[in-house]
């Protein structure tokens, strides 16, 4: 089944293996990459403008800000009820991503496996491909997504301050 624009909240039993989704589109800006070098402190002169010195003759983005990227755009497409991410793994970086360079990710379920009475780890195949149709980065991620039974569940619960962190 290919699913592509699909914005209502998928539980563990809507979904069975096979089940794919493309993401939107997102440019990878200059401005992105100079963000997430601040934020991270990676400043190798791979990732400036001044990078033309690299092995791919320009400039390159960040492996780890494609690979959050690919985190971001894979929430939304699908919208699932997810628990938790527990894994990624087999993650291989294919080639580099260009300052300008469009990218979008390919999502495929390829195992559901029950996880408790009201939850199951869903492992899914992501890929991020560039405007050019090529693989830039593959790999597995594996999360736990809620059954309706479990949505209901805490739907009825009185309001807490759960999950709140208190004041320095």
């Known amino acids: 089944m290919e699913i592509t624009t699909d914005k209502e909240l998928i539980y563990l039993e809507d979904m069975k293996v ?3 989704w493309m993401s939107q589109w997102r440019e990878i800006s200059a401005d992105d990459v100079a963000d997430f070098a601040a934020l991270t402190g990676d400043h190798d002169p791979l990732h400036t403008p001044a990078g033309g010195g690299s092995p791919f003759g320009e400039p390159v983005a960040h492996g780890l800000l494609g690979l959050s990227v690919l985190a971001g755009l894979s929430s939304q497409s699908p919208s699932v009820a997810t628990l938790a991410l527990v894994g990624i793994s087999d993650w291989q970086f294919e080639a580099p991503i260009f ?5 979008q990710v390919s999502t495929e379920i ?6 408790g009475r009201r939850a199951g780890r869903v492992t899914w195949v992501r890929q991020l491909l560039n405007q050019h ?23 009825s619960q009185e ?9 320095r």
Not at 141 to 150: E, G, N, P, T
């Open 159 to 167: 309001p807490t301050q759960r999950g709140t962190l208190p004041a």
């Open 99 to 103: 300052f300008g360079d469009r990218v």
């Open 133 to 155: 149709g090529r693989v830039v980065q593959r790999g597995r991620f594996v999360s736990l997504v809620a059954a309706k039974a479990r949505a209901r569940r805490l739907s």
């Open 110 to 115: 390829i195992s559901i496996d029950q996880h």
């Open 18 to 20: 096979g089940d794919r």
